[in-house]
């Protein structure tokens, strides 16, 4: 997902991935907890840290400028 352009939307049903021209929708309630870290936030299918959340996970990549403004949105949706 480095080489390619990947395009998420956020909304309240969740996040919409768009990658080589195909959508999906990632429900909230898939995901259990959130780690935010420079380049982006990590959104995670475990309570707890796991050596599958890259494989499992979904890693959201920040605009510039916009990072508190995901990660509050993101934050409301993932106790």
Known sequence: RWLF???Y???PEGVEVRFL????LKPWDRF???YP???G???SPFERPSGL???RGLFLRY???RENEILAFCRERIP
């Open 32 to 34: 259990r907890n959130l």
């Open 21 to 24: 021209g195909v959508k999906t």
């Open 53 to 55: 959340d890259p494989f």
């Open 5 to 7: 352009p990947t395009a």
């Open 37 to 39: 870290h420079p380049m």
């Open 41 to 43: 936030l990590h959104l």
């Open 9 to 11: 939307r956020l909304s």
């Open 63 to 65: 605009p510039r400028g």
